[in-house]
């Protein structure tokens, strides 16, 4: 490097303009530095300066896609009275919390503009989201429009399909399911299906507005398919998982935010404990106890096969084996994980919501899963190999009805850092607080459990850094009011274009 670098550095040209760039140092006197500094000074300004660059080009990158959809998409405006929406929500037998409301107002808001919505709803499980994608769907349908909703499985559509049959009937809206295995369409305008309902030629015109579950992210490729067959529709996408403001900012940045940040009234907190080695067996009794009283158990472990990485983390099959035949021999147990083709999946799950099955043995695969009212416990083997954010929406997987839930959390590795970070969730029920302590501990590219790639992996800035991303975000706002092809900053534009299939949003 020492001989290399001397020859390097006349050759790189800044990609800042001086204006953005400030007093910050230059990219050659920052590279410099950074391996060879002259004092610690010297090396944090350079490190100061590089995670500068690696922030804000992904802002440059996400705010100009955005600022380029707004201006290239037009739609239709989606009209209505305030008396259409006060219809929807009598019609509902439950009141809508504040969050639910301010939501849907912010969504209304988009759907009334020329320009198609592209905004992205957060809310944690059992916050209530397919409500207000109903709310959504209810607007669009009243303006003679067409709404397609896509969930990740079959199970979820189903569910979709069914709760939203249920919120619309009222209305005379009638549902349409679309999946791999069932295709029930004719006429109705809203279709619920998975992606098969991108893979087959359905009618899709005149379509209004399309919902995606559980992505985080509907691609240009895929919206590509609505705009190829109608005007561009609005698009609203719901996730389930925490994202940390800075996360928002940074990676979500061409997307419009929504967050439900107050779960219903009704709703009790699912009690939490770490449950020592030594416990193990008292936490047996206890779940054997609620079985008999006629509750359902999950069961997560993180694998499905043994792992050289992972020694001590128990898979699923090994530990379903286990259970059967030496610890719950009185219960009934099911087996779930990604292995299991689609219709062995859907009858473990079926199955565990009809109560054939006591305890469903099951990797993660569950996080994004049915409502099963019944079930009141969830225990989480090797809870240290999760996230924070991620054991937090495993434990809202229970608690959906009306007796008291809990997560008993078991690690293979009970270090005091691990017993630590664990007994957070013991007192935290807050699912952006407990994604910011990941942030914080972890990193943001094992944010959600598994070690993400491109625009997650950052190699020297950090997504905790809020004054840094708050300073790159107002940097490329200036740049693009001022220009928005990019086109007077030719050597920006040439990183920009260099660093594209790394940063640009999908």
Request: charged content about 25%.
């Amino acid at each position: 490097m020492a001989k290399v670098l001397p020859e390097i550095l006349p050759k790189i040209t800044d990609p800042l303009p001086e204006d953005t760039r400030g007093e910050m140092l230059t990219l050659q006197e920052a590279l410099q530095q950074i391996h060879f500094p002259d004092s610690w000074d010297k090396f944090n300004l350079a490190k100061e300066r590089l995670s500068f660059d690696e922030l804000f080009f992904i802002q440059l990158a996400s705010q100009k896609q955005k600022l380029l959809w707004q201006k290239k998409q037009s739609t239709k405006p989606l009209l209505y009275k305030d008396s259409d929406l006060l219809c929807f929500m009598k019609s509902l037998p439950f009141e809508l919390t504040l969050a639910q409301q301010k939501v849907i107002g912010e969504i209304c808001s988009d759907l009334q503009r020329e320009q198609p919505m592209n905004r992205l709803l957060q809310g944690e499980v059992g916050s209530g989201k397919t409500v207000v994608a109903a709310a959504a769907i209810y607007l669009t349908c009243l303006n003679n429009c067409r709404v397609t909703l896509m969930a990740p499985t079959e199970i979820l559509a189903f569910q979709h399909f069914e709760t939203l049959s249920k919120m619309l009937s009222p209305h005379n809206i009638k549902v349409g399911i679309y999946t791999g295995s069932k295709k029930r369409v004719s006429d109705e305008p809203v279709l619920v299906g998975t992606h098969a309902l991108l893979s087959e030629k359905l009618p899709l015109q005149n379509m209004g507005l399309v919902i995606v579950d559980e992505q985080q992210r509907f691609g240009v490729k895929q919206r590509g398919l609505f705009r190829a067959q109608s005007a561009s529709p609005h698009f609203l996408t719901m996730t389930a998982t925490p994202i940390p403001r800075t996360v928002a900012l940074t990676l979500y940045g061409d997307l419009d935010l929504s967050v439900i940040d107050e779960l219903p009234k009704n709703r009790k907190i699912v009690k939490t404990y770490f449950v020592p080695a030594a416990k193990r067996n008292d936490a047996y009794k206890f779940i054997e106890k609620h079985v008999k009283a006629g509750e359902q158990v999950y069961l997560i472990t993180p694998l499905i096969e043994e792992s050289e990485t992972l020694k001590t983390t128990k898979a699923a099959k090994v530990e379903f084996e286990r259970l059967k035949t030496k610890i719950f021999l009185n219960s009934r147990l099911g087996l779930l994980h990604g292995k299991l083709k689609p219709k062995e999946k859907e009858k473990a799950i079926n199955d565990f919501k009809n109560h054939k099955i006591d305890i469903l043995v099951s990797t993660s695969v569950v996080e994004v899963g049915v409502d099963v009212p019944n079930a009141t416990i969830m225990v989480i083997e090797g809870a240290e190999n999760f996230g924070l954010a991620q054991l937090h929406q495993l434990r809202g997987r229970v608690g959906r009805g009306d007796i008291q839930s809990y997560a008993l959390l078991f690690a293979e590795v009970e270090t005091p850092q691990v017993i630590s970070r664990l007994k957070k969730l013991e007192k935290i029920y807050d699912g952006l607080k407990l994604a910011e302590l990941d942030l914080k501990i972890r990193g943001g590219g094992d944010l959600y459990g598994t070690r993400q790639s491109g625009r997650w992996d950052l190699k020297i800035a950090s997504l905790s850094d809020i004054d840094l991303i708050e300073k790159t975000k107002k940097a490329a706002e200036k740049i693009l009011s001022d220009n928005l092809e990019l086109d007077k900053y030719r050597a920006l534009l040439a990183q920009l274009e260099s660093q594209a299939k790394e940063i640009m949003p999908d």
